[in-house]
């Protein structure tokens, strides 16, 4: 008889051994219908999975779906590009007026994201089913789900892999109307996966341009990350048998911090008009607030890590278009008449994906253009992190 596919192709590793031996333990879990966790060791990990994560914001602007919106294309789930784990987060998926900030929530329009992300993950819409076209290890299940006014996230994992995501937990912290309501803030979730544990923090920070505005969003970012806190509801058995799990957000393993961050572009207006007539978003981007913060020592996200911006401002567009709303050729007299100064502000990068801790690599940054239904743009990551495995498992399969 001849090797199977996939014993052939471990065997000509150098460490064979070590990744058959691993390769059995992602099996016995579950694991093994995935194509990113079949690969299962980086050099130099001896007790590690590799499980690929899919990250993306998207402010739709308080902007109702329609029945027909497609989001394959943004989760770019078609082929061999699946992810394991999908962790999307929405801003203003209800428009930010006074009764939806301190009304009863609404959870019509959480439930309707979550129909359509359903809908692409298990590959329904396109073919015109209502049944999973996905087979049972690889159709795609909610984790967890959690909404505040207009912020919501949502987690997804391959049923193969869904029984070893454990412990989900949520947070909300209100950062806007007088540093409290929900209007604008943070919704985190995290997860322990195997024996590694993952945060994921979807913002809306302050918004404007002008003087101090900056500073306002640095210190909403300070709050959320100081005054997030998980409380753990469990038994004095399961608290005995099991490790103390992390309560603040910088003490998990792996973290995202993912949303309308709101950094905008600190230039001169004249000159900000002509690099957005030639289109050079590299000389603009050198402007950016963000990396600013994120290039000094000492600032609000010292010790965070942004793959390379190469996509075009993610706001602000006019809805149903790809035209800027901001025009470059506008007259002084034509920006005065205009009621609103923020359609005259330059183009930003507004939506924006983070992370921090050891275990990450970032394979994917990009924005999606073919989405219209908002004034911003829909951004995605997609990481691949190496997952600690459980020790208890490890054991099972050295006695064996």
């Avoid at 801003?91 to 129909?115: D, F, Y």
């Avoid at 409380?231 to 103390?244: D, K, Y």
Wanted: charged residues 25%; proline residues 4%.
């Amino acid at each position: 008889m001849g090797k199977s596919p996939k014993l052939a192709q471990v065997s000509h590793l150098p460490s064979a051994p070590k990744l058959l031996r691993h390769c059995l333990i992602s099996e016995s879990a579950g694991l093994e219908k995935s194509i990113s966790t079949t690969l299962l060791l980086q050099e130099g990990q001896s007790n590690g999975i590799k499980c690929k994560v899919f990250a993306g914001t998207w402010n739709v602007g308080g902007a109702a779906p329609p029945d027909d919106l497609d989001l394959t294309d943004w989760l770019d789930n078609e082929g061999g590009s699946c992810c394991d784990i999908y962790v999307l987060g929405f801003q203003e998926i209800v428009p930010l007026n006074v009764r939806n900030v301190l009304g009863p929530k609404k959870r019509s329009a959480a439930m309707k994201w979550g129909s359509l992300i359903a809908d692409a993950l298990n590959n329904r819409g396109r073919r015109g089913g209502g049944e999973d076209e996905c087979g049972d290890e690889d159709a795609f299940g909610c984790v967890v789900s959690k909404q505040m006014v207009g912020i919501f996230v949502s987690v997804w994992a391959r049923s193969g892999l869904r029984r070893h995501v454990r412990h989900p937990g949520v947070s909300c912290v209100g950062a806007g109307v007088l540093g409290l309501l929900g209007n604008k803030g943070a919704v985190t979730v995290r997860f322990v996966l195997q024996a590694t544990s993952f945060c994921f923090v979807c913002c809306h920070l302050a918004s404007g341009s002008g003087r101090g505005d900056v500073q306002r969003r640095n210190a909403d970012a300070g709050n959320i990350l100081s005054r997030t806190r998980f409380h753990c509801r469990r038994c004095r058995a399961a608290a005995a048998a099991a490790p103390e799990l992390p309560r603040k957000i910088l003490d998990h393993d792996r973290v995202v911090l993912l949303g309308d961050l709101n950094y905008r572009v600190a230039m001169d207006d004249g000159e900000a008009r002509e690099l957005v007539r030639a289109r050079k978003w590299g000389m603009l981007l050198e402007n950016d607030e963000l990396l600013l913060e994120l290039s000094t020592r000492g600032r609000r996200f010292d010790g965070w890590r942004e793959g390379l911006v190469t996509f075009a401002p993610t706001y602000k567009y006019h809805r149903g278009s790809d035209q800027l709303f901001w025009r470059p050729d506008a007259t002084a007299a034509a920006r005065a008449r205009c009621r609103h100064q923020e359609q005259h502000r330059a183009p930003a990068w507004c939506d924006r994906i983070l992370w921090r801790g050891k275990g990450m690599t970032q394979t994917l940054y990009e924005s999606c253009g073919g989405y219209r239904l908002s004034d911003h743009r829909p951004v995605r990551a997609v990481f691949h992190a190496v997952c600690d495995v459980v020790e208890e498992l490890m054991e099972g399969v050295e006695d064996s």
